[in-house]
C-alpha cells in the first residue's frame, strides 16, 4: 500500500497487543488510510473551495420573507423563550429541527447569520459525505460531482436554498440522510454491528425531521437486516441486528408519546402536522400541491415520461455499443460512425438542434444528463440491480448499489417526475444524482478497456450532468444583482431594493405599535416580520396559508385568540396561493376567517404608497373598529 500514508507515528510499535491486537491494528489502518488518502483529501478539498466560493458570493441573498422562511426563524425564537412546539406554537413538521435550531439561538444569539451558517454547513457536510460514499464503492468521481450539485444548487436567491430555506427539517435531513447513506454502505460493506447501529440511529434521526427521509432510511435498513439474515441463515443474527435497530425506535417512540401527550393524537394529526393523511390539508390541498412538486401517478404522466426516456435509451444504448466495440479496423470504424450518425439523425428529427449551437448542447444535456425523470430512471434502475443480483450467489456479492440505488429512490419519490435544478428537488438529488451517474458510468466497461479511457469517459459523464446544474444555478443567482441589504437588529439579508424599502417600513410600524402597547397580526403570512421587529404573533397559527387552519374548532379558536388579545392592527399582505390551487386568503380559503377580519378591522391606509412592480410585495392597514367586539 504504497500510496497510502503511513501510520506508523499513529500506531507505535510499542502499543501493547492486550490493548490493540494486530486484526484490530490492520483494521484500523485501512480506515485511516482510506480518510488520509491523498484523492480523498484533494476531493474533499475541492468541494469545501467551492462550498467557500459560493457562500461567499452569494451572501445574504437567500430565503424569502413572505414565504415560509420567516417561520424557520420565528418558531426556534419562540422555543428559545420557552415557548413548547405545538401546543403553544403550530407547526406542520417533526419536532428535530426547530428545536435544534432553538438550541442553537440560545447558544450564538437569535440572529439570521445562525442559520446561515448551521444551513451551509449541512450543505457541505451533505456533499462531503455523497463524495466518501463513493470512494467507498470505487464510484468517487460520480460521487463528487453529486456533492458538487449539491453545493451549486444550495446557493440559490429563493426559498429553496439551504442557508436560510423553506423547512429547516429538510436542510437538516439532506445532511442527515447523506450521513445515513455513508453509514449503511459501510454496513453492506463491513460485518460489523456497529455500523447497522450507526445508519439506525440516523435514520430516527431524519424520521424525527421529515418522515420522507426517515421512511426512506428504514426501509434500506430493513433491505440490509433481511439480506443478513438470508445470507447467513440464522434467527440469532436477525435478533442481534434488531437489537441495533431498537434504541432509535425507542427514541423516537419518546418523542411521539411526547407529542401525543400534549394534547392528544388528533390535535398533532389533525391541528398540525399537514402531512398526516387524514389531515383537513392533505384531503383538501394535497392533490395539487403534490403535483405541483412533481408527485403525479397517473397514466397520462406515465405515457409522457415514456416519451421522454426514448432520448435517454436511445443515447444509452448507442454508448453502450462505442464503449463496448473495442475493434479499430475499418469494419469497426464504419459501424461506430453509423450509430453517431443515427443518433445525430434522431436528435435532429425531434428539433433538439433547432436552437443555437449552446443552446441545443444545453438542452441535450439538460434532457439527457440531469433529466425530470431522473427518479423514475433510477428506481428501474434499482429493480434491475436487485434482479440481477436475485439471479447471482447472495453470499459471494456485496449490496450496496442496490441499496443506494434504492434509497435514492424511496428518497426521493415525492419529485418523482420533477427533478429540477430548483425548488424542493434541491434536498432530494444529491442521492438520485449519485446513483443515476453510477447507471451511466456501468456504460463504460471497466475490463475490457483501459483505465485511462474509463477514467475519460466518467469525467465526460459527470461533466455533462454538471454543465445544466451550473448553467441554470448561474442564471438564477444573476437575479439577485440589484438586491439590496436589509438590515435589522437580528441581521441583514438582501432583497430587491422595493422590498427592503416596504419591509423597513412594515418593521417599524409593528415596533412602534408594540411600544405602545398594541398587537398585530399579520395576515396571511410575512412571519419573518414577527422575527425581525422581535415581536410576537398573537395567535398560535402563524400564517395562514391553504389548509393550515382547518374549519370548525380551529378556526373558532383563531378567532376567540384574535378577541382576547385583543388583535389591534392587521398588516395585509398581496400574497397568494396559485401552487395550492386557492389563490386568495379570506375568498377562496379560510372563508369564515376572513369575514371575520373583514367585519371587524376596516382598511385605512397602504403600507407604501410608492410605486410598485405588479409581482412585489405590498400590504394595507387594517384598524380595529371601535365599536367591533
Known sequence: MANLISLEPILPAETPKSILPPAEISLLRKRIAVCLNPGTLIGVAILIALWAVKLYTTWGAWGNLTIDSGHELYIPAMLAKGKVLYRDIWFPFGPGAPYFTSFLFRSFGERLSVLYWAGSLSALGSAIFLFLTGKRISYSLAEWTAGAVVLLEGFQPSLFSFPLPYSSGAVYGCFTVCLFLWLVVNACYSGERIWLFYSATAAAVALLLKPEFGLASYGCVCLLIAFRTLTQKSWKTLGRDLSMVLPGIAAVSLVIGWMVSISGAAFITQENIQSWPTSYFLKTYGKTWLETTGFTVTGAAFASAFRRAIPVAALSVALF?????????????????????????????????????????????????????????????????????????????????????????????????????LGYPIYYNGPVVLSYLLLLCMLIPRTIRSRRFVMMGEVALCLACLAPVFVHTRANEASAADFVPLTTERGTIRVSPHMADAYKTALEFMKEKADLGKTVLSVPEDTSLYFLSGTECPTRVFLF???????????????????????????????????YGAKEFGKDFNIKLGEYLKSHYRPIYPLVTSEKPESE???????????AR
Do not use: H
Not at 350 to 357: G, H
Not at 617 to 627: L, Q, Y
Open 321 to 421: 455499443f462505442l464503449f463496448r466495440w473495442k475493434g479499430t479496423d475499418r469494419k469497426a470504424l464504419i459501424g461506430k460512425t453509423g450509430i453517431i450518425l443515427a443518433l445525430l439523425w434522431y436528435f435532429n428529427q425531434a428539433n433538439y438542434f433547432a436552437l443555437s449551437l449552446k443552446q441545443s448542447l444545453l438542452l441535450l444535456a439538460s434532457l439527457i444528463f440531469f433529466p425530470r425523470d431522473m427518479v423514475l430512471y433510477v428506481i428501474v434502475g434499482a429493480v434491475a440491480a436487485w434482479t440481477y443480483f436475485a439471479m447471482q450467489r447472495f453470499s459471494t456479492r456485496n449490496i450496496a448499489v442496490p441499496i443506494v440505488l434504492t434509497f435514492s429512490g424511496l428518497l426521493a419519490f415525492r419529485v418523482l417526475m420533477k427533478m429540477n435544478t
Open 545 to 579: 396559508i391553504p389548509g393550515a387552519v382547518a374549519p370548525g374548532k380551529m378556526t373558532e379558536e383563531t378567532i376567540q385568540q384574535i378577541e382576547r388579545k385583543p388583535v389591534d392592527y392587521l398588516l395585509w399582505s398581496n400574497r397568494t396561493f396559485t401552487e
Open 617 to 627: 410585495w405590498t400590504a394595507m392597514v387594517w384598524e380595529r373598529k371601535p365599536d
